[in-house]
């Protein structure tokens, strides 16, 4: 009983929290138990944003992390012996307020940088499949077309919840729209914006519009500044910064392992590294993908159930590549010259690309669905040594096999659902979810990939969550 006495302490328990726990729900408490006015779910870009607002509010949080570290989509690998740091996850970001405010709270400087200087170039065009390049390879890099269509849905950028009906561009699938506003030439750059989709065209349009937003468009257009980034180019800094802001409140390497949730409050017992724990709090926020399989302990009701069992998501997969012999201009992009729109079919690489390190290049990679991660590993290899042999020649048996530095999956990406479930209300039923149970939702499958939305998004709610008591 000492461990849990001393927990309680460190947390601030405030009787009035004691007290609006229902007496069942601490009464069960069968492990030392935590106290907390909200728990997070997920220490990704949202549920990192939501905790340490809920903190600089004043509240008691504790967020649960699967992975040793926060950061989720953002990844940064240390050179060793060096101090330099290559981010090979989230590269950059828009030009928006929530975005400026939060670096600068922590006091981590960023640089505005035009999009010919973010060190990816302009790559060359090979069909990875037997190495071949493709001379004089053109395609549309024109966004206004498409930019004039995003303008009619402000909405997109800020709200889970769609129009009654749904708007029919929507339910289109995304090759089908391209069509339809004369944009097919615009294909192939538009798959590259939007590598981690999957099968691009055949995904609903709403979810094209909800990613390729006006953040993004912007960051792109050549006439703007262009996108934010760290100066140090190290964005897990961020996510550093707010662990050490959460000390003992953040559980890393842990995981839900069951909850029971009410209208007044919630009990989740969670495995930590340091044995189990059960969190008592007011509030639930989730903030990690909500598929059927991860959404699985929390008790769900058969209205909860029927939403979370409809997500799929594709597959992206990004790695760092050592590797030596490659000449200065070592940039790829996948482009099969058989194909109507010039796209690879994954799963595959999608590019390779140098870093600010000589012999260390960024590769990522798509599939449809999930793919295990020791496949991902083999083919990206296998495809920067075919690739490498044909740009090298003989030259390249001198030169030992490529290696795999850093890897990150970013399984389960865009998760997305049937469009005859988009056309049926599903975003709205799920909209109607947040503060029912007392649980709160957040993340890329409630409102967009893009940090700026994503954080705007996170800002709003955690705002309501605190209105509507
Ligand atoms: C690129 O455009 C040029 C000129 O319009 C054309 O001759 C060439 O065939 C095109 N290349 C490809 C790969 O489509
Ligand atoms: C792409 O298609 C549009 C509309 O058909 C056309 O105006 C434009 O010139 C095309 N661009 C290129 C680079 O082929
Ligand atoms: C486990 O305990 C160690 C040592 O007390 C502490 O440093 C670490 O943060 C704890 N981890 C978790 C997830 O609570
Ligand atoms: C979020 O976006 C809305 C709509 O564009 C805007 O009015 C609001 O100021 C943004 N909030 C934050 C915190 O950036």
Do not use: C
């Amino acid at each position: 009983m000492k461990y849990l006495v001393t927990l309680s302490l460190a947390a601030g328990l405030s009787v009035s929290i004691a007290n609006a726990v229902p007496g069942n729900l601490a009464a069960r408490a069968s492990y030392p138990t935590i106290r907390r006015d909200v728990v997070v779910i997920g220490g990704g870009s949202s549920g990192t944003y939501a905790a340490v607002k809920l903190r600089r509010m004043g509240k008691s949080v504790a967020v649960v992390e699967r992975q040793g570290a926060f950061g989720g989509h953002t990844t940064t690998y240390h050179v060793p012996d060096s101090d330099i740091t290559i981010d090979y996850g989230v590269q950059g970001y828009g030009d928006v307020d929530v975005i400026r405010n939060l670096f600068a709270s922590f006091e981590i400087p960023l640089d505005q940088v035009p999009l010919s200087e973010t060190g990816f170039g302009i790559p060359n065009y090979m069909d990875f499949r037997n190495g071949q390049t493709i001379p004089d390879f053109n395609f549309s890099t024109a966004l206004a077309g498409f930019q004039a269509q995003s303008e009619r849905y402000p909405y997109l950028y800020y709200s889970t919840r769609l129009p009654n009906p749904v708007p029919r561009d929507f339910l289109l699938p995304f090759g089908e729209f391209l069509a339809k506003y004369h944009l097919e030439n615009t294909t192939y750059n538009m798959f590259y914006n939007l590598e981690g989709f999957g099968d691009l065209l055949s995904q609903a349009t709403l979810y094209v519009l909800k990613y390729f937003n006006r953040e993004y468009l912007a960051v792109l257009d050549p006439d703007y500044e262009g996108a934010l980034v760290t100066t140090r180019r190290y964005n897990q800094e961020l996510y550093e910064r707010a662990q050490e802001l959460l000390g003992d409140d953040a559980l890393v390497s842990s995981r839900v392992v069951s909850a029971t949730r009410s209208n007044s409050g919630v009990r989740v017992v969670v495995r930590t590294p340091n044995g189990s724990r059960t969190i008592v709090a007011e509030k639930l926020l989730i903030a990690m993908p909500p598929l059927a399989s991860n959404m699985d302990p929390f008790g769900l009701n058969s209205a909860e159930r029927s939403l979370f069992t409809k997500f799929k998501a594709s597959g992206w997969y990004v790695g760092l590549v050592r590797a030596d012999g490659l000449p200065e201009s070592f940039a790829y992009q996948n482009t099969r010259p058989d194909t109507r729109h010039n796209l690879p079919q994954l799963p595959a690489l999608y590019q390779m690309s140098p870093t600010v390190v000589p012999g260390i290049y960024l590769v990522r990679y798509g599939s449809l669905g999930q793919t295990p991660d020791a496949t991902v590993k083999r083919d990206m290899l296998r495809t920067f040594n075919r690739v490498r042999t044909s740009v090298l020649g003989q030259q390249s048996n001198q030169f030992r096999p490529a290696e795999l530095l850093a890897f990150s999956s970013h399984y389960p990406f865009n998760l997305h659902v049937a469009t005859n479930e988009i056309a049926r209300g599903f975003y709205n039923k799920l909209d109607d979810l947040q503060g029912r149970r007392s649980t709160w939702y957040t993340g890329a499958a409630i409102i967009s990939h893009g940090t700026g939305a994503l954080w705007n998004f996170t800002d709003n709610l955690v705002d309501r969550m605190y209105e509507e008591d």
